[in-house]
C-alpha cells in the first residue's frame, strides 16, 4: 500500500492540486442553492421552540390555551400529548451511528428538565411568526430540583475522563513531578478557556415531511446516514424509507455532527399534525438547544535544563459535559505528539453539569489544549531568554514522544523555517514592550498547530457512460468546503477524463453511505473509495475491450453498452481492525505553524491582529484555493476563541446570558488581516493519495500565537481566554 499510494501521490496529475473552482460556488452566489428551510411544501407549516426557563425540575403543570388561541396556530405539543418516540440509543462501538445521540433526553417523553433551555413544548403553526409568538405564551409550572451549574465551583469534584478509542490523550513517562523540582528552569500556569458555541452562518433547520411510513428530512447535517439510522430507530420506522436530503450546509464545525432536539421535534410535529413542518432555529434556539465546546481549565508545568532540552512535561485539564451527555474532549491529546521529553504526565478530569451537553467544535480538545501547552512553552522560551521557535527547533523529536512510535510523516521543522523566513521572524526585536508605532505596541508571537489524522471508509459507484460522461455517487456532506469539488478532481485525474464531464452527486442518503463530515475525515475517506472505484471501473472497462485499443467511448460503443458502473463498499470491520493495528506503530497527523503580529494599543488594551501566515503539513493539497480557504477559516474561528468569544453562562440559573450575534463576538472583517497561507504539500505514505484531513488543525495553535504575541508587544501573560483589554491593562 505504501509504494502504492506515494506513488499515486506523486504522479502527474491535471487537476489535483489545482486551485478549481466550487462546483457549487454558482449556485450558493446566485441564491439557486436550496437550504434545509428553503423548500417549500404545499400545506407546509412552521414550528418553534418552547425552552425551559430553570435548570432542573419536573413540570407540574403546562398552560397552553393562550398559545393555541393565537390565529394559525394548528398545535401544541408537550409532554401530555406527543406521540411517542424511541429512546436515544446509547453510544456502541459495534454501530458508530449511536455517536450521533447527542443527549439521552427523549423529548417530550418526560416531564422532567434537565437543563436551562431545554425544549418542552412544540408550537405548530401556519407560519413561522404565529409559531413564535404562541411559543412565548406557553407556560409551563416547574418543580425545581437542585442543579449543578458551577463549573468554576465544581472543578475540585472533576472525575477521571473515560478514554476514546481512537485518540489517547493520557501519558505517565518516567516521573515528570520528580523532574520538574530538580529542573534548572521551570514554568508552572493555570490557564482557563471559557465555554464557546456553534455560530454557522446557517442556523440548524429541518423541514420534516411524512409519507405514511416514509420520511423526508431536509436537513444541514455533516452526517447524513447515520442521521437516517438515528431518524428510523428513534420514530420506529425502516432505514431504507427514511431520506435524509442535505445537498447544501451553511457550515458545519461539530454542530451539525450530531442530532439535537430541533431534528427531533420537527419530525414529530409532522407526525402530529399530519403535514411538512419547517423548523428553523432562532439564533437564540441554537444555543439552548445545540451543545458547544467545553470550558476547560488547565495546568502545562515545564522543566527545562539551561539548553532549553525539555526534561519535564505536566499538562492537566478539567473539561465539562453535560448530565444528560457529551464529548469528554481530548484536551491534553495534542501534548503527547508536540515535544520530546524523558518525563511526561498528561491527565484529563470532567466535571458532569446539568446544563445542555457538550459537543464537538472544530478541533475539540486540541484548539483548547494547545491554547496551554503552546502559551507555556513561550513562557519557557521568556525564562531562557531563548527564541521561542529555537526552543521548538530544540525539542522537536524524531519519534512520538511518549511511547516511540514512528512518525507517517512530520515537517514541523521545515514548516518552522518557512514560516521564520517568510515572516521576517528574525527581524524583530526581541525585547517585550520594545516595538512600537505611534500608539501601538507591536508584538509577534509563534505556536505550533497538530491535529490527528483519521479516516474512515465509504461506499462510493462511479458510472462511466458511453457519451463520456462521470457520474460519482456518494452520500457525503457539503458544508461550503468544496468536498464535491475536490472529489470531481480525483475522479477526473484517476479516469484521465476533462473535469467537465464529471458530476459528483452527494448530500443524499439514497446515494451509497459516506462517513461524517467529522474529524477532519472526509476528504480522504472519500478519495479512498473514489480511487477504488476509478481502478475497478478502469479494470471493468479493459475487460470490455478485450485488449484492444480506444478510447472509453470506442470501447463501450464496441462492446454495445450504454454505460459502466463500479461500486466499492466499506468493509467496517476489517477496517477498524486495520485501523487499530496501524495505530499501534504509526502516528499521523495534520500539523503546522502559526506565526501572529498584534498590536495593543498602549492606553486602552484594544488588541488587533495586524499580520497572519501559517505554514501546514497537511498532506497533499487536492484543491489550492478551497485548502486556503479552509486553512484561513480554521484561523479566523481561532481568532474569535482568542479574543472575543465566550458564552456567559449564568452559575445560579445555567442560562446562558448572550446567546445572539450582537452579545456573543465572533470575528467580522475588520478583525482579521490577510491571511498568509503555505503548505508543504508533501504527501502522506499511508494515507489515500497521500491526503490528509485539513478542517480542524489550523484553529489549534491560534489563541497561543496570539497571547504570545501580546506577551511580547506587552510583557503581559493572558493565561485567561479570551484576551480582552481588560487583561493586558
Ligand atoms: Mo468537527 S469538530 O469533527 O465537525
Given at each position: 500500500m505504501t509504494t502504492t499510494e506515494t506513488e499515486r501521490a506523486t504522479a502527474p496529475a491535471t487537476y489535483v492540486g489545482k486551485p478549481v473552482d466550487r462546483v457549487d460556488g454558482r449556485a450558493k452566489v446566485t441564491g439557486e442553492a436550496r437550504f434545509a428551510a428553503e423548500h417549500h411544501y404545499p400545506d407546509l407549516a412552521h414550528a418553534a421552540l418552547v425552552h425551559a426557563a430553570v435548570a432542573r425540575a419536573r413540570i407540574t403543570a403546562i398552560d397552553t390555551a393562550a398559545a393555541r388561541a393565537?390565529?394559525?396556530?394548528?398545535d401544541v405539543l408537550t409532554h401530555e400529548n406527543a406521540p411517542a418516540m424511541k429512546p436515544p440509543p446509547k453510544f456502541s462501538p459495534l454501530d458508530l451511528s449511536t455517536f450521533v445521540s447527542a443527549t439521552s433526553v427523549n423529548y417530550l417523553a418526560t416531564d422532567e428538565v434537565h437543563w436551562n433551555g431545554q425544549p418542552v413544548a412544540v408550537v405548530v403553526a401556519e407560519t413561522p411568526e404565529a409559531a413564535r409568538h404562541a411559543a412565548t405564551l406557553v407556560r409551563p409550572v416547574y418543580q425545581e430540583l437542585p442543579a449543578v451549574l458551577d463549573f468554576a465551583a465544581e472543578e475540585p469534584n472533576a472525575v477521571p475522563q473515560k478514554g476514546n478509542l481512537l485518540q489517547e490523550s493520557e501519558a505517565d513517562k518516567g516521573d515528570a513531578e520528580a523532574a520538574l523540582k530538580t529542573a534548572p528552569v521551570t514554568v508552572d500556569l493555570r490557564f482557563t478557556t471559557p465555554p464557546y458555541h456553534h455560530n454557522a452562518l446557517e442556523p440548524h433547520a429541518t423541514t420534516a415531511v411524512w409519507d405514511g411510513d416514509r420520511l423526508t428530512v431536509h436537513e444541514g447535517t455533516q452526517n447524513i446516514a447515520w442521521l437516517r439510522k438515528h431518524l428510523a430507530t428513534r420514530f420506529g420506522v425502516p432505514e431504507r424509507g427514511v431520506r435524509v436530503l442535505a445537498p447544501y450546509v451553511g457550515g458545519g464545525f461539530g454542530g451539525k455532527a450530531m442530532v439535537w432536539a430541533g431534528t427531533l421535534l420537527a419530525v414529530l410535529a409532522a407526525r402530529a399534525v399530519g403535514r411538512p413542518v419547517r423548523l428553523a432555529l432562532s439564533r437564540a434556539a441554537v444555543y439552548h438547544t445545540v451543545g458547544g465546546r467545553t470550558p476547560s481549565t488547565q495546568r502545562v508545568a515545564l522543566g527545562a535544563d539551561a539548553d532549553g532540552r525539555l526534561t519535564a512535561i505536566v499538562h492537566t485539564s478539567v473539561s465539562r459535559t453535560g448530565r444528560i451527555g457529551g464529548m469528554p474532549e481530548p484536551v491534553t491529546a495534542a501534548t503527547r505528539h508536540l515535544y520530546a521529553a524523558p518525563n511526561i504526565h498528561l491527565r484529563q478530569h470532567v466535571v458532569e453539569l446539568d446544563l445542555l451537553a457538550n459537543t464537538a467544535m472544530r478541533a475539540p480538545g486540541e484548539a483548547i489544549g494547545t491554547f496551554a501547552i503552546e502559551s507555556a512553552m513561550d513562557e519557557l522560551a521568556w525564562e531562557l531568554g531563548l527564541d521561542p521557535v529555537e526552543l521548538r527547533l530544540r525539542n522537536e523529536p524524531e519519534r512520538n514522544p511518549v511511547d516511540g512510535k514512528r512518525f507517517s510523516r512530520r515537517l514541523l521543522r521545515e514548516a518552522y523555517a518557512l514560516g521564520a523566513e517568510r515572516f521576517g521572524w528574525r527581524d524583530r526585536d526581541p525585547r517585550a514592550g520594545a516595538t512600537r508605532d505611534g500608539r501601538w505596541l507591536v508584538g509577534m508571537g509563534v505556536a505550533t498547530a497538530y491535529h490527528p489524522t483519521l479516516m474512515l471508509p465509504a461506499n462510493v459507484s462511479v458510472r462511466l457512460g458511453a457519451d463520456g460522461r462521470v457520474v460519482v455517487r456518494c452520500g457525503l456532506q457539503e458544508m461550503g468546503m468544496g468536498a464535491a469539488t475536490v472529489q470531481a478532481q480525483i475522479a477526473a485525474d484517476e479516469l484521465g477524463v476533462p473535469l467537465e464531464s464529471v458530476r459528483v452527486e452527494y448530500g443524499d442518503s439514497s446515494l451509497p453511505d459516506a462517513p461524517g463530515a467529522g474529524g477532519s475525515v472526509q476528504t480522504a475517506s472519500i478519495a479512498g473509495g473514489v480511487v477504488a472505484a476509478c481502478d475497478k471501473l478502469k479494470r471493468m472497462v479493459r475487460r470490455l475491450g478485450r485488449g484492444a485499443p480506444g478510447t472509453y467511448a470506442e470501447i463501450l460503443a464496441r462492446a454495445g453498452r450504454d454505460h459502466v458502473t463500479a461500486e466499492v463498499k466499506a468493509n467496517m470491520p476489517v477496517f477498524m481492525i486495520r485501523t487499530l493495528l496501524e495505530r499501534r506503530r504509526l502516528v499521523k497527523a495534520a500539523c503546522g505553524v502559526h506565526f501572529c503580529e498584534v498590536r495593543v494599543d498602549r492606553d486602552t488594551g484594544e488588541i488587533r491582529v495586524s499580520r497572519w501566515l501559517g505554514v501546514f503539513?497537511?498532506?497533499?493539497?487536492?484543491?489550492a484555493k478551497t485548502a486556503a480557504s479552509q486553512l484561513r477559516g480554521g484561523i479566523v474561528m481561532g481568532l474569535g476563541m482568542a479574543l472575543s468569544e465566550e458564552t456567559l453562562v449564568d452559575p445560579r440559573t445555567g442560562r446562558i446570558m448572550n446567546p445572539s450575534l450582537a452579545d456573543y463576538h465572533v470575528p467580522v472583517h475588520a478583525d482579521v488581516p490577510h491571511i498568509d497561507v503555505h503548505y508543504l504539500?508533501?504527501?502522506?505514505?499511508?494515507?489515500p493519495l497521500g491526503l490528509v484531513g485539513i478542517g480542524e488543525v489550523s484553529i489549534a495553535g491560534v489563541a497561543a500565537a496570539v497571547a504570545n504575541a501580546v506577551r511580547h508587544a506587552t510583557g503581559v501573560r493572558v493565561l485567561d481566554l479570551p484576551i480582552t483589554l481588560d487583561k493586558v491593562l
Open positions: 393565537v390565529p394559525g396556530v394548528i503539513d497537511v498532506g497533499r493539497i487536492v484543491n504539500d508533501e504527501p502522506d505514505p499511508t494515507m
